[in-house]
């Protein structure tokens, strides 16, 4: 039998070694290949999606120093907000090409009765949101009205509503709203007291009222344009350095605000001339326009424009969310995503800017949340106050929690932020 050993001298030990060494190399060089192949691949998914610039999807920033999409917490607790602007595909997106959905609620209503209120950031605490739809009364802006319960005129209160709300790490979306003459009402506790709180419509109101100081005068009416233009550039010219602050030039210029002859023929010329008193002291930031058609949206020529759309469930009755009435009107919702389609095929972004009110229908609330995936949609909830129980007996210290409406609004933006 024939010995089986194999030589064992250095030169054996050697070749041995060498092998070894030639075994280790090649699997490190798989292994680089690997990783070579697999970032290619991780950075093409990030920078292209069908050909067009895309990134990943991002929420709000929830922990210092924390770099997400449009919003960064800073380790002092303050945040940094990002530029935004349309993508070519339609998105809205951050300065480093991040898609951002916008989502929040209309809140504060600095436009009618008293001139609003700030309350405090319990919801926030409890929703998740980036944008907060903030509506104004040019007059009272160019007219700087006192605020008694505020203590303060209104050009200084606007201005701490807007660096309240970037405290709370939300983008501010002033909304030109309405421009009547009536003073906000309240107390001051010092002697300023007026009774008579004026509705969102007042302007209105007064129009078709004979008995009214303002009868038949149109520069109380919401389709009046050199106060709205000039609140507007005013703004615009404040906060022109402020990434934090978008415009929604005109808040809802349906049929039912054109009470005088002819006037709903100047919608387009109109909206136009907002846009332009913006963009003339603000070449950056985002500005929201109602949507008025197809044709009519896709004549607009200014960038970073993204359009907004009121869709509401059509309810009668009593809320069993807040046992509240609030007759909604309803929208052809099909025909709506026609225009969706449209829109987005020309590389418009879309913002459904009011939607649910008193009572978020379930099913209702499924063709929202279907519209905002499907379209990269960003939503502001009408209102934040309709998402939390009532204080009983008009408590004002008692906890409010989220009813159902706010607990369906918290599941939404929960899934469209990209969270579990």
Not at 178 to 187: K, L, T
Not at 265 to 292: A, C, H, T, W
Request: net charge neutral; proline share 5%.
């Amino acid at each position: 039998m024939k010995n089986s050993r194999q030589p064992t001298g250095p030169l054996s030990r050697r070749n041995a070694s060498l092998g070894r060494l030639r075994l280790l190399a090649g699997f490190l060089l798989v292994l680089v290949v690997l990783a070579i192949v697999f970032l290619v691949l991780v950075l093409q998914k990030q920078i292209f999606n069908g050909g067009s610039p895309q990134s990943q999807t991002s929420a709000t920033a929830t922990s210092a120093g924390t770099q997400v999409c449009g919003v960064t917490k800073n380790s002092n607790g303050t945040y940094h907000f990002s530029w935004l602007h349309v993508s070519s595909n339609g998105d809205v997106v951050d300065s480093n090409n991040c898609r951002v959905p916008l989502l929040g609620w209309n809140a504060i209503g600095a436009f009618q009765g008293a001139g609003g209120s700030l309350g405090s950031s319990s919801v926030s605490s409890s929703i998740q949101i980036n944008v907060v739809r903030v509506a104004f009364n040019s007059r009272w802006y160019e007219s700087d009205v006192y605020v008694p319960n505020q203590r303060m005129h209104f050009k200084a209160w606007l201005q701490k509503i807007v660096s309240t709300l970037e405290s709370r790490g939300d983008y501010v979306m002033l909304d030109a709203n309405n421009a009547f003459f009536e003073p906000p009402c309240g107390s001051d506790g010092s002697g300023t007291t007026v009774t008579f709180c004026p509705s969102e419509d007042q302007g209105r109101k007064d129009y078709a009222n004979p008995s009214s100081p303002y009868y038949q005068n149109v520069q109380g009416l919401e389709l009046y344009q050199p106060i709205a233009v000039q609140a507007l550039s005013d703004l615009a010219k404040l906060y022109a350095n402020d990434p934090a602050v978008l415009f929604d030039v005109w808040n809802e210029p349906g049929s039912y605000i054109f009470v005088t002859p002819n006037s709903s023929q100047n919608k387009v010329p109109d909206m136009n001339e907002r846009i332009n008193g913006v963009r003339q002291y603000d070449p950056q930031s985002l500005i929201f326009v109602y949507e008025s058609g197809v044709n009519e949206d896709l004549s607009y020529k200014q960038t970073n424009l993204v359009f907004d759309f009121h869709i509401y469930p059509g309810f009668k009755g009593v809320s069993p969310a807040t046992h509240t009435s609030c007759p909604t009107s309803s929208s052809n919702i099909p025909k709506l995503q026609q225009e969706f389609a449209a829109l987005r095929k020309a590389g418009r972004a879309i913002f459904i800017g009011e939607w649910g009110h008193c009572y978020n229908e379930p099913s209702y609330n499924q063709q929202i949340l279907s519209i905002a995936k499907t379209y990269n949609a960003g939503l502001a909830y009408f209102d934040e106050s309709d998402l939390l129980t009532k204080a009983k007996g008009g408590s004002s210290t008692q906890q409010k929690q989220l009813n159902a409406n706010g607990k369906l609004v918290q599941q939404d933006y929960n899934t469209l932020f990209g969270q579990p």
